[in-house]
């Protein structure tokens, strides 16, 4: 006689979610790296910007390398045009350029 054998079915794996890519997450993890690289290379390895300047802040994050140019007091007239492919970045960009009036523009663009 065969022996009757049961099996269990287990459900099928589903991986963990990574947690949701907010700006405050973003800061969290990185810290001042991204602004303390910028002002390292505003202070050091750009030449100054013009007044004509269009600076385009490619990955912006939370907008840091974007306050780094404005904390270093460039002419009037440039125009900061931030990209991220995630709105929570823009969002958080736009506040601090709303916030210090600077002139930005912000658009979530995919990589």
């Avoid at 303390?36 to 505003?42: E, N, T, V």
């Avoid at 600076?55 to 900061?80: Q, R, Y």
Wanted: glycine residues 6%; negative net charge.
């Amino acid at each position: 006689m065969s022996e009757t054998q049961t099996v269990s079915v287990k459900e099928p794996f589903v991986p963990k979610q990574m947690m949701a890519k907010t700006a405050a997450l973003y800061k969290e993890l990185t810290g001042d790296s991204s602004i303390d690289a910028a002002k390292h290379a505003i202070a050091r390895l750009l030449p100054p910007f013009t007044a004509d300047a269009i600076i385009h802040d490619n990955g912006c994050g939370t907008g840091e390398v974007t306050k780094a140019i404005m904390e270093s007091h460039p002419p009037e007239g440039i125009l900061v045009q931030a990209t991220d492919r995630n709105q929570y970045m823009i969002d958080s960009c736009l506040e601090f350029a709303t916030a210090g009036n600077w002139p930005v523009e912000a658009t979530v663009m995919p990589a």
